[in-house]
């Protein structure tokens, strides 16, 4: 079974930077899809980034061109850099691994990350 557990949400200003991380438990990291999810209050869970087991990226088109989700298979880590931020980012951030057709199986417990105006 996959534990995931994000770290690095927080508060920041609007332009401003962040960098959430999302750390893996369990074997086979290394061919696992994951995901970025966010969730606004008042408003359904959304995809933000996802990047394949090749590193091959997708992204939500709010984001494109601010947002870049990498992975460290060494340390089974997968990030969401995140620049030029603006208040409508803000929301719980939550990652996940995917199965073959991009359906989320197992949630990490989420990071809050603020940007205030």
């Known amino acids: 079974q996959v534990q995931l557990v994000e770290s690095g949400g927080g508060l920041v200003q609007a332009g401003g930077s962040l960098r959430v991380s999302c750390a893996a438990s369990g074997s086979f990291f290394n061919i696992m899809t994951m995901a970025w999810y966010r969730q606004a209050p008042g408003k359904q869970r959304e995809l933000v980034a996802r990047i394949s087991a090749s590193s091959s990226t997708n992204y939500a088109d709010s984001v494109k061109g601010r947002f870049t989700i990498s992975r460290d298979n060494a340390k089974k880590t997968v990030y969401l850099q995140m620049n030029s931020l603006k208040p409508e980012d803000t929301a719980v951030y939550y990652c996940?691994?995917?199965?073959?057709?991009?359906?989320?199986?197992?949630w990490g417990q989420g990071t809050q990350v603020t940007v205030s105006s």
């Open positions: 996940a691994r995917e199965d073959l057709r991009g359906n989320p199986t197992n």
